[in-house]
């Protein structure tokens, strides 16, 4: 039988800038990444059952940094910067995006999996689809959690479902979730903390 994961505690533990500093402990890290705008922080907040672990905002383009949270003083979530955000310029966006790509690429963390956050509505984006070009070269396991499925009504989402599944590899699950509503959430934590 499957043992439903349970958050104990989660605390923040701190922000990066660029790739030095990164944490390299032995403790497993779940790295959260997207688009910019996507939930990944409310998501994990969603997740960890604290509202305001991690700052979320109507502001896009609000995670600049690598962020760090220590759940359950045993595994790390990541929350990494979000791709994307226009009004960041074209320079800056280009280094996120170097330094994400890093993040996967380098060998120097070690990541036990990824989550790769998606707008249920908006689907699978060109950035998402390098991701997950490297999640596979690269050998990193992954879920695909589909946020905002709120705003879709159940056969909008059944079909933005399907979609999204049809450009993924045929072994990695995808699961609707809303952070506003917490709903995936059960799912989304057996999937990332079971080891
Ligand atoms: N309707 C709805 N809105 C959501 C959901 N999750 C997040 N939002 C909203 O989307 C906006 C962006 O959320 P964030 O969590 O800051 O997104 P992010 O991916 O961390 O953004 P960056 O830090 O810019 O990368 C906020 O206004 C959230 O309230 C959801 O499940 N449903
Ligand atoms: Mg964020």
Redo the contacts with the bound molecule.
Sequence with gaps: MKKDHIVKNAHFVQSVVGSHNVIGDEKPQIAFVGRSNVG??SLINMLTGQKSL?R?SSTPG??QMINYFLVNEEIYFV?LP?YGYAKLGMKYREKLRKLILWFFVSGEVVITKTVLIVDAKIGLQEFDREMIGVLEQYNHPFIVVANKCDKLNQKSLHHALVNIQSELPEDVIIVPASASKSRGRQEILDEIMSE
């Design positions: 990944k922080s991690v979320s609000k995670t929350d979000g």
